[in-house]
């Protein structure tokens, strides 16, 4: 088992730009969590999936934040315009039916 | 709503000593816990869970208390040994219906000494 695959592992860009954030969750894992890292505020999720459905997305911070689950195997986070307060550490994590979340290794985001 | 949080910021220790990590939580409604390791650069590990209908919970080198009656648990880690050296988070979610989405403790930074 790969574990849960995050693409790309680093991320710059320039303010305004679109970055698009990828996860490939471990198969047979029925939830899915986007996830967001920072010193100031520790890590915050800010959608989560069930079934590819998104069933809370309280934590997207503002409507540059977007995320789809076209399917069970791949979510996308996505965020236009970016802005220099985006810059964060974003995981994903998946968890099949028996509470086993699992952690991918996070693109870590700069936007300049 | 849920808020999580830790006793101490850093922790300091020798090689071979025990470790505790603590962590309080507000809700009373949490019933799954879970203690994850993150080492630089890489996602949060898990480590151990417990339940809560369960007090301990012993897994190799850790143990994991939990005190319903004051919203606390603790990670003990015996013999701590370099590779040990981590953050460590607490996480607590409420099982129940269909959210199962964990609130993160702020972190421990366990430094070991050899």
């Known amino acids: 088992d790969a574990g849960v695959i995050q693409s790309p592992r680093h991320e710059v860009t320039e303010m305004g730009q679109e970055v698009t954030l990828r996860c490939k969750p471990i198969?047979?894992?029925?939830?899915l969590f986007w996830y967001r890292q920072t010193m100031m505020r520790g890590l915050e999720l800010l959608i989560y999936?069930?079934?590819?459905?998104?069933?809370?997305d309280s934590g997207m911070p503002e409507d540059r934040f977007s995320a789809k689950m076209p399917n069970a195997s791949f979510s996308t986070l996505k965020i236009q315009p970016s802005e220099p307060r985006d810059s964060a550490v974003y995981f994903c994590?998946?968890?099949?039916?028996?509470?086993?979340?699992?952690f991918g290794s996070g693109t870590r985001l700069t936007v300049v | 709503g849920e808020s999580v949080g830790l006793h101490l910021p850093t922790l300091s220790v020798q090689e071979g000593d025990n470790s505790i990590i603590n962590c309080a939580y507000s809700n009373s409604a949490s019933d799954y816990f879970i203690w994850y390791k993150q080492e630089s650069g890489k996602g949060p590990q898990f480590i151990i869970d417990?339940?809560?209908?369960?007090d301990k919970r012993q897994g190799q080198r850790v143990t994991v208390l939990l005190n319903k009656t004051v919203k606390h648990l603790s990670l003990q880690i015996a013999a701590t040994q370099p590779g040990d050296s981590a953050v460590y988070f607490c996480a607590v979610t409420n099982s129940g219906g269909s959210n199962y989405k964990l609130t993160f403790g702020k972190g421990t930074l366990l430094t070991v000494n050899p």
């Open positions: 999936f069930n079934n590819n459905v998104p069933i809370d």
């Open positions: 198969s047979g894992h029925n939830s």
């Open positions: 417990i339940r809560s209908n369960m």
């Open positions: 994590a998946s968890r099949n039916f028996y509470y086993g979340y699992t």
